[in-house]
Nanobody
Framework: QVQLVESGGGLVQAGGSLRLSCAAS????????MGWFRQAPGKEREFIAA?????????YYADSVKGRFAISRDNGKNTVYLQMNSLKAEDSAVYYC?????????????????WGQGTQVTVSS
């Protein structure tokens, strides 16, 4: 069993930055992929970024955030971060972290095994 707790959301002006954290507990993560998703009201949950311990620690991003968001991890703390820069109003959503066993990332939410409770990000224009 894996427990995930997100934090770091809040209200920020357009052009600003936030860093989200996802603290994981319950199991080690050497064979997992960690993903970040977001969901705005009335929209489907959307893939944002992922990190996998395979391939020496590869990262993957949705085109909508590439160059603005960065995913990183602190193995010692079992924590994954999402640094979000140059935020736009359309980035407003509830952000979730998720874990997928097996080590390969996916952009499909249903393929992730564990989810955090989500953290709200609101970007004012």
């Amino acid at each position: 069993q894996v427990q995930l707790v997100e934090s770091g959301g809040g209200l920020v002006q357009a052009g600003g930055s936030l860093r989200l954290s996802c603290a994981a507990s319950g199991r080690t993560f050497s064979s997992y992929a960690m993903g970040w998703f977001r969901q705005a009201p009335g929209k489907e949950r959307e893939f944002i970024a992922a990190f996998t311990w395979r391939n020496g620690g590869a990262t993957y991003y949705a085109d909508s955030v590439k160059g603005r968001f960065a995913i990183s991890r602190d193995n010692g703390k079992n924590t994954v971060y999402l640094q979000m820069n140059s935020l736009k109003a359309e980035d407003s959503a509830v952000y979730y972290c998720a874990v997928r066993s097996g080590g390969y990332y996916s952009t499909t939410p249903a393929e992730y095994d564990y989810w955090g409770q989500g953290t709200q990000v609101t970007v004012s224009s």
